[in-house]
């Protein structure tokens, strides 16, 4: 479903991603981990064309990000045609940022009839569904502030699956979280695993990348540096840059 290939990215001279090659097979959970700094949320942010790419090519979901075939040729697409594209893909952040200003099933709807233009009632039904799912089927109107972190964010995981996407990236969804809270966020995203959704996830949580994750990257400076079943990178990693990461966060 996602196919990297030789994927760079520099932001002036500072060279983030120096050549990443991947492949997210459809229904496949790849988690991936490294170093603060090694690009992890660039590779994420460049998935989803937030970030465009310096070279390389993207394809999600059959589409190359950014760019349209036509007649052999390239063509590069414009931020509103980027827009469409992206809509296939659905992201969690660190960061709750859900819109202070909207109720929780304002949040979840709005893209849904902003970009999708389904019919509001409609829209608030599935919402209303989609919050039975992530287990928050009393808080369709309350507001973002009276919520607790960890709820926030599933929320912000039920937005992003109103727009039924093929794919969903999580950024270190769980980093922000109190402790107490981690648990119900990570259920929720093995749920969505159990049901068969394509995921990639930056993660540091070893025990969910073991236990949900078909695949496991590390990553160090811009680089993979090996990727694999995660047992077998966790139990038995083959790169000493691995091994050294690995008997820091374990
Ligand atoms: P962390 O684990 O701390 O989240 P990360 O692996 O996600 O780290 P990135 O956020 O991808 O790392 O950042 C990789 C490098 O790219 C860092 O040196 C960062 O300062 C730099 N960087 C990221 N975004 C930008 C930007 N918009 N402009 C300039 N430099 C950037
Ligand atoms: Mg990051």
């Not at 970030?51 to 990000?65: D, F, Q, T």
């Not at 999580?170 to 969505?192: K, Q, Y």
Request: hydrophobic residues 45%; glycine residues 8%; aromatic residues 6%.
């Amino acid at each position: 479903l996602v196919v990297a290939d030789n994927v760079h990215k520099s932001f002036g001279r500072l060279e983030v991603l120096k050549g990443i090659d991947l492949q997210v097979r459809r229904g496949e959970v790849m988690c991936i981990i490294g170093p603060s700094g090694s690009g992890k949320s660039t590779f994420l942010r460049c998935v989803n064309h937030l970030e465009k790419l310096s070279a390389g090519r993207l394809w999600v979901n059959g589409e190359l990000m950014g760019y349209r075939q036509k007649r052999g040729r390239l063509y590069e697409l414009r931020d509103n045609e980027i827009a469409a594209q992206r809509s296939d893909i659905g992201m969690v952040f660190q960061r709750f940022n859900l819109f202070p200003h909207l109720s929780v099933v304002g949040n979840i709807i709005e893209a849904p009839v902003q970009v999708k233009k389904v019919p509001r009632a409609e829209a608030t039904a599935k919402a209303l569904e989609l919050l039975e799912r992530v287990g928050l089927p009393d808080k369709a109107d309350a507001y973002p502030d009276q919520l607790s972190g960890g709820q926030q964010q599933r929320v912000a995981i039920a937005r992003a699956l109103a727009m039924e996407p093929a794919l969903m990236l999580f950024d270190e969804p769980t980093s922000a979280l109190d402790p107490e809270l981690v648990g119900e966020v990570l259920d929720v995203m093995r749920d969505l695993a159990r049901g068969g959704m394509t995921m990639v996830v930056v993660t540091h949580e070893m025990g969910f990348a073991r236990e949900v994750g078909d695949s496991l990257v590390f990553m160090d400076d811009g680089l993979v540096v090996e990727s694999g079943v995660p047992s077998e990178v966790l139990s038995s990693p083959r790169h000493e840059r691995t091994r050294a990461f690995l008997s820091k966060v374990l």
